[in-house]
C-alpha cells in the first residue's frame, strides 16, 4: 500500500520521477524542435533566408551582457535577469550534492563549484527572481501582460532553489522532507520546461535564427 | 478586458460587414488563416514570449498614450491573437470589430518592437495575421478597401480605368510640346531599356509631377516606355489587408507587361 513515509516518497522521486521527468524534459525539447522545424517547411519564407553568420552575430549579441541596445536600454533589468538566468543554468549543474547524486547511480563526475560559490549563487538567485516578480507586479504594463502561468512559473522556479538551499542548511522543515520536496519541485520543473513559456529556453535559438536572418539578411539592419 | 477602453468609432468597412457576418463563418476564416496558412512561426512566437515588456517602450503608439498598458506591442497580441487561440477561434463579431481596431489602428507593423525583443519575436507579423483575418472577412476600414477593390477591379489605387490612363498620357504629352518640340511620350513602345511604373497619385491628381518625370525621361533620351494597359500602377495597396491574392495579382501585372514589352529593367518612381 502506498503511504507517506519518507522511505517511499524518496523512493519514488529518486527513481520513477527522475526518469520520468529526465524523459519528458528531453523528449519534450526534442519533440518541439523537430515539430516545429517540420512545420516550418510550410512557411516558405524561413529555410529560404537562414544565414549562419546572421544567426552567430545576433545569438553573440544577445547572450553578451549590455551587447544589445535593448539591453543597454534597461540595464537593471538586464543585469538582474542575467544573474537569475546563470544562476538557473549553472547551479544544478555544479553544485556537489548533485553531481554526488549522478556519481551514485551512473558512476559519471565532474568537478564541482566549492559550496560557498554554490549558496552565494542560489541565493542571488533567489532575489533576482523575486525583484523580477516585483517588477512584475509594480510595472503597469509588465501586469497588464501577465498570467497567472506567468505567477506560477517563476514561483515554482523560486520554489526550486528556496527550498534547495534549505534542504541543504537543514532548517525549517525536517530535512529529509525537505530534500524530497526540492526534488519533487525540480522535477515539475523539468517536466513543464517543454510546454509552457520556459520553452524559451530552446525557443530562443529557433525564434532568434529566424529573426536574425530576416533582419540582417534581407532588410539588411540590425536586430540587436 | 476591463482596461481596454477606446472611444467608440465607427467606420462602415467595419460595421456595415460585420452585419452581414455570423459566427461560422467568422470561426472558418480564422482557421484557415491560423492553422492552414501560418504554422511554425504563430506557435513558435506564441509560445515564447515571457511577457517581460521590454517591448513597451519601444511602440509610439504606447509612448503616445502616455503608457496606457493596452497600447503595448505584447498587450496587443495577447489582446486579439491571443483572444482567439484562448477561445478557440470562436470569437464574436465585438471580438472582430476590437481586433479589427487593433490591428488596423493601434498597430504600423513597423517591427521596432522585434529588434528590442530578447527573443526577435515578429509581433508586426502576429499583428498581420490579425490583419488577414479580418481582411478575409472583409473586415477593415473603408478607405483601405476602396483601395483594395480599385486594385482587384483595374490594378490601381484610385479606379483609373484604361482610357482616362492614356488620356491622361495624351494631354500631358500636349502640354509638354509647349516646351519640348514634337514631344512623344513613348507609350507600350516593344524593345526598350525602360519600363516606367508610377504611382496612382501621379497619374490623377499629380500630374504636373508626372510631368516633369516625363520631361527629364524625354530630354535625358533614355530609352523608356510607359505601360500602354492597367497595371501602370506601381502601389499594391493590398499588402494593408495582407490579401495576398490581390497582391500577386498585381506584382505579377507588372512582370507580365514587362515581359510582353521586352524591356530590360522596370523603374519605378518616387
Known amino acids: 500500500m502506498f503511504s507517506f513515509d519518507y522511505e517511499t516518497l524518496y523512493t519514488i522521486v529518486r527513481g520513477p520521477l527522475v526518469w520520468v521527468s529526465f524523459i519528458a524534459f528531453l523528449g519534450g525539447i526534442v519533440y518541439k524542435i523537430l515539430y516545429l522545424s517540420l512545420k516550418a517547411k510550410k512557411d516558405k519564407i524561413i529555410y529560404t533566408y537562414l544565414n549562419f553568420k546572421c544567426i552567430l552575430r545576433s545569438i553573440i549579441h544577445w547572450l553578451c551582457p549590455y551587447g544589445s541596445l535593448s539591453m543597454r536600454r534597461h540595464p537593471w533589468f538586464t543585469f538582474v535577469s542575467f544573474i537569475f538566468h546563470i544562476g538557473i543554468i549553472l547551479t544544478p549543474i555544479f553544485f556537489l550534492g548533485h553531481i554526488e547524486l549522478w556519481e551514485e547511480s551512473w558512476g559519471i563526475s565532474w568537478k564541482g563549484f566549492p559550496n560557498f560559490i554554490s549558496d552565494i549563487l542560489t541565493i542571488t538567485t533567489i532575489i533576482c527572481g523575486i525583484l523580477l516578480l516585483i517588477r512584475r507586479l509594480s510595472l503597469k504594463h509588465v501586469r497588464f501582460l501577465t498570467t497567472s502561468k506567468d505567477y506560477a512559473l517563476l514561483l515554482l522556479v523560486i520554489g526550486v532553489f528556496l527550498t534547495g538551499i534549505l534542504a541543504h542548511y537543514q532548517v525549517v522543515l525536517d530535512y529529509r522532507y525537505m530534500v524530497v520536496l526540492h526534488m519533487l519541485l525540480g522535477e515539475i520543473m523539468l517536466i513543464v520546461i517543454p510546454f509552457t513559456r520556459l520553452g524559451h529556453m530552446f525557443l530562443f535559438w529557433l525564434t532568434r535564427a529566424h529573426t536574425a536572418s530576416e533582419f540582417q539578411g534581407v532588410r539588411h539592419s540590425k536586430d540587436y | ?270
Open chain 2, 1 to 270: 478586458m476591463k482596461e481596454f477602453k477606446r472611444e467608440i468609432i465607427t467606420d462602415i468597412g467595419i460595421d456595415r460587414v460585420l452585419d452581414f457576418l455570423d459566427e461560422k463563418r467568422i470561426k472558418r476564416a480564422i482557421d484557415r488563416v491560423l492553422s492552414k496558412e501560418s504554422a511554425a512561426r504563430l506557435k513558435a512566437f506564441v509560445q515564447t514570449c515571457v511577457h517581460c515588456g521590454l517591448c513597451s517602450e519601444t511602440c509610439h503608439h504606447y509612448l503616445s498614450h502616455d503608457g496606457d498598458p493596452t497600447y503595448a506591442p505584447a498587450a496587443k497580441v495577447k489582446m486579439t491573437i491571443g483572444d482567439i487561440l484562448e477561445k478557440d477561434g470562436n470569437v464574436t463579431k465585438e471580438d472582430i470589430k476590437r481586433y479589427a481596431r487593433i490591428a488596423f489602428t493601434e498597430c504600423n507593423l513597423c517591427r521596432r518592437c522585434t529588434m528590442f525583443c530578447p527573443f526577435g519575436i515578429d509581433i508586426g507579423y502576429l499583428i498581420s495575421l490579425v490583419r488577414r483575418i479580418c481582411g478575409i472577412l472583409g473586415v477593415a476600414p473603408q478607405f483601405i478597401q476602396d483601395q483594395v477593390y480599385s486594385h482587384m477591379s483595374c490594378y490601381n489605387m484610385l479606379w483609373l480605368k484604361q482610357d482616362e490612363w492614356l488620356d491622361t498620357i495624351q494631354w500631358i504629352e500636349d502640354e509638354l510640346r509647349y516646351e519640348i518640340k514634337n514631344a512623344r511620350i513613348p507609350i507600350g513602345k516593344k524593345d526598350s531599356d525602360i519600363l516606367l511604373l508610377i504611382h496612382g497619385l501621379e497619374a490623377k491628381y499629380m500630374t504636373p509631377l508626372l510631368m516633369n518625370m516625363l520631361k527629364i525621361m524625354l530630354v535625358s533620351g533614355v530609352d523608356f516606355t510607359l505601360p500602354d494597359i492597367d497595371g501602370w500602377d506601381y502601389t499594391n495597396k493590398s499588402i494593408y489587408m495582407h490579401d495576398f491574392e490581390t497582391m500577386t495579382m498585381v506584382t505579377k501585372r507588372h512582370y507580365e507587361i514587362a515581359t510582353k514589352l521586352r524591356v530590360k529593367r522596370i523603374v519605378i518612381t518616387e
